[in-house]
Nanobody, 117 residues
Framework: QVQLVESGGGLVQPGGSLRLSCAAS????????MSWYRQAPGKERELVAT????????NYTASVKGRFTITRDNANNTMYLQMNSLKPEDTAVYYC??????????WGQGTQVTVSS
C-alpha cells in the first residue's frame, strides 16, 4: 500500500535550518508529483512547495521563497525540504503529499517543526 513517512522535524531557533525527508513506497514515485504542506495550530493546511516528476519544475508559496528548497531523489524514492532562515511563523506540522494517478492525493502522518528561542 501507499506509504509516506516524514522525518527530520524538531525544535530550532529562529534563523536556523532543518531538512525534512519523505520516504515513499507502494507506488511509482518517479511518476508522481510531490508536495510539502504544513498546518499551524488553528489554521488550515497550506501548500508549501511542489516538485514535478523529474524535478524540472518547483513552485513555492510566497512566504518561503528564497528560504526553502524542495528536491527529490527518484532513485531512492525520497523527497526533501531544506528549510533555512526559519522563522517562528514556520512553526507547523509538515506533511508530505503524493499525487498518484487513479488515487489522487495521499498523505504522510506529518512531522512537527517548531521555531522558537
Amino acid at each position: 500500500q501507499v506509504q509516506l513517512v516524514e522525518s527530520g522535524g524538531g525544535l530550532v531557533q529562529p534563523g536556523g535550518s532543518l531538512r525534512l525527508s519523505c520516504a515513499a513506497s507502494g507506488f511509482t514515485f518517479s511518476a508522481s508529483r510531490m508536495s510539502w504542506y504544513r498546518q499551524a495550530p488553528g489554521k488550515e493546511r497550506e501548500l508549501v512547495a511542489t516538485i514535478t516528476r523529474l524535478g524540472g519544475t518547483r513552485n513555492y508559496t510566497a512566504s518561503v521563497k528564497g528560504r526553502f528548497t524542495i528536491t527529490r531523489d527518484n532513485a531512492n524514492n525520497t523527497m526533501y525540504l531544506q528549510m533555512n532562515s526559519l522563522k517562528p511563523e514556520d512553526t507547523a506540522v509538515y506533511y508530505c503529499s503524493a499525487w498518484i494517478s487513479g488515487l489522487g492525493a495521499n498523505w504522510g502522518q506529518g512531522t512537527q517543526v517548531t521555531v522558537s528561542s
